[in-house]
């Protein structure tokens, strides 16, 4: 194998892969291969950056997990992602059940910011600073965030990241973005409205959690438009599952699905890299999420690259 994130490197962009577990993990495969610069040159964490895992109670912060990640990453050659700050789920209680004012609120999640992206300045390539704003209708999605400060906390977040750790990248993520619709059209008219206010925002990610055959094909229009504000864009959780049994057909369909993602990307001058959300089906969050759903990664779980990964490498 000649390595994704090498053939990505030579085309001025990243390949890289999320984790979760890793300071448990007893698999030695796995890590061989996550840990394979050539690989996957930059890391994300699945779970260990999210609130819940960094102030599980106010004012107490842990980083065990995600301390011991971006070290083995640094170890094995790779950049990080720091993925999440602002985000509806994965919230304690402390936080997601509100009763907070609005200037409260305010003031706990720039104290999040800065202690849990202050701890990491510097280190990380990029943040995703606000995760999953919206509703499928491009409505913004209830949570204690919106409902308690309105729209108003993006911003707010966005300034504190930037205040905090300014030579990281700074980002709003989401997914059913992908393509052009009502989801994709709202975060467009938040990029085009932060960007005109001279709010700190670098760039979009998209999750680009797909389903094999099963997404609209304006990815290249789509991406292009935020590309025309001065953004950048990147993939940031790419799998692309099927309801199982994993069969040739659908391997095939798969491949080729991953392979027009991976062009659409590349076709964009300001798509700076691909993330996968795990390196390999056995480590995938699909099957616990998508119950009879599966085989969505590169590598199956004898860690053997899959059509898809040879699709991916041949876009390289
Ligand atoms: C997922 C993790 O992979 C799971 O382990 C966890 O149980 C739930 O969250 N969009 C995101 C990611 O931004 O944080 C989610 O990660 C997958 C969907």
Redesign the pocket.
């Known amino acids: 194998l000649r390595g994704l994130h090498n053939l990505a490197k030579a085309k001025g962009r990243y390949f890289g892969t ?1 984790i ?1 577990g890793l300071q448990n993990n007893n698999d030695p495969a796995y890590q061989a291969l996550t840990g394979n610069p050539a690989e996957f040159g930059i890391s994300t964490a ?2 260990s950056l ?1 609130w819940d895992a960094t102030e599980p109670s106010r004012g107490t912060f842990t980083f065990t997990s995600a301390d011991y990640h971006l070290k083995w990453a640094k170890d094995h050659g790779q950049l990080y992602r720091g ?2 700050l602002v ?1 509806h ?2 919230l304690p209680n402390w936080v997601s059940s509100g009763g907070f004012s609005n200037s409260t609120l305010i003031s706990i999640i720039e104290n999040h910011i800065s202690t849990v992206a202050g701890r990491y300045k510097g280190q990380l390539y990029a943040w ?1 600073v606000v ?2 704003p919206f509703n499928e209708d491009g409505t913004y999605r209830t949570s204690v965030f919106y409902n308690t400060i309105g729209p108003a906390f993006i911003p707010i977040a966005l300034r504190a990241a930037r205040a905090t750790d300014p030579s990281a990248k700074l980002y709003i ?1 989401d ?1 059913n973005t992908d393509w052009i619709g009502s989801k994709s059209n709202a975060m467009y008219a938040l990029a085009q409205s932060l960007v005109a206010q001279k709010v700190p925002l670098d760039g979009i990610g998209f ?1 680009a ?1 797909l389903i094999v055959n099963s997404f609209e094909r304006t990815l290249p229009t789509n991406f292009q438009r935020f590309a025309a504000l001065g953004l950048d864009i990147a993939i ?2 790419l799998d692309i599952r099927f309801k199982l049994p994993v069969t040739d057909a659908l391997l095939a369909s798969q491949a080729e699905n991953y392979q027009y993602v991976v062009n659409a990307c590349l076709g964009i001058s300001r798509c700076v890299g691909i993330t996968t ?2 390196t390999s089906d056995d480590y995938s ?1 699909v099957p ?2 998508f119950p009879g759903e599966g085989a969505a990664l590169l590598f199956d779980a004898n860690k053997s690259p899959k059509p898809a990964y040879y699709a991916v490498a041949n876009a390289l």
């Open positions: 999320a979760d699945g779970n999210k993925h999440t985000w789920s994965q995703d995760n999953e993520n997914y999750q959690h940031t959780e959300w795990d969050w616990s999420t």
